[in-house]
């Protein structure tokens, strides 16, 4: 029983997002941000990084948008290129599950695992396919926390890292709009690590993305045009 218990809980690094943040099995991280801000890049970077250490990931796009993005296209870049064998260890998914009447089928999102075993499955973005099913926003945070729950539970069976990338927009609480990661409480209690990004313009005119990772600590990258993240020295 030990043992078992044990395995459960152990996690394996698939990367580590420049040095900040370790993508692991059995944990979800969550990329939050204002549209056009880098979620995307993000993932995709954490992707090439997840495939030269020898792993594969499977790519839920529910934007629809990855392949069809004006060039330079990162996506396109790294595909020319083959990173690492980056056509054969990366899968793209549009849909992220069906719909039965008024409730979700969450079979499809298992299916996919089972057929592609990947070791890394990428949510961008979490939000997007409940706002246009569920209008209602208390409805919707509650099936996307229910979804998250079941996220979490395959995870554990199958030994996967989550990464997922949500908006974040304005919203109307106690009468007063503010700016808010969307999604509801629930996604971020689902969520073990919890990156919030901003952008910051400097002398330069460098495209500076600061990462707030768990309001415990903060880093910053350079995007690039064309979609590169880089360091800053």
């Not at 954490?46 to 004006?70: A, G, Q, W």
Request: net charge positive; glycine share 4%; with cysteine.
């Amino acid at each position: 029983m030990e043992t078992n218990w044990i395995e459960k809980i152990k996690k394996k690094e698939l990367c580590n997002f420049f040095g900040e943040i370790p993508i692991s099995t059995k944990s979800v991280t969550l990329f939050a941000g204002e549209n056009t801000i880098g979620k995307t890049a993000t993932c995709l970077h954490i992707s090439k990084f997840v495939i030269e250490n020898k792993f594969s990931v499977l790519y839920f796009d529910t934007e629809k948008k990855l392949i069809d993005r004006p060039e330079p296209n990162l996506l396109n870049v790294f595909l020319k290129d083959n990173f690492d064998g980056f056509k054969n260890h990366f899968f793209i998914e549009n849909k992220l599950f069906d719909m039965n009447k008024d409730e979700i089928d969450t079979s499809y999102f298992e299916s996919k695992i089972k057929e592609k075993k990947p070791d890394l499955v990428v949510i961008d973005s979490i939000y997007t396919p409940f706002v246009t099913t569920f209008p209602e926003a208390r409805a919707r945070a509650g099936v996307i926390g229910q979804f998250l729950r079941y996220v979490r539970e395959i995870m554990i069976q199958h030994d996967i890292a989550i990464v997922i990338t949500t908006k974040i927009g304005r919203v109307v609480k106690e009468r007063k709009e503010q700016m808010a990661i969307l999604g509801g409480q629930e996604l971020l209690y689902n969520c073990d690590t919890k990156a919030k990004m901003e952008v910051r313009e400097d002398k330069l005119k460098e495209r500076r993305v600061v990462f707030d990772v768990d309001m415990q600590k903060k880093f910053i990258l350079i995007l690039e045009y064309g979609g590169y993240l880089k360091k800053v020295k």
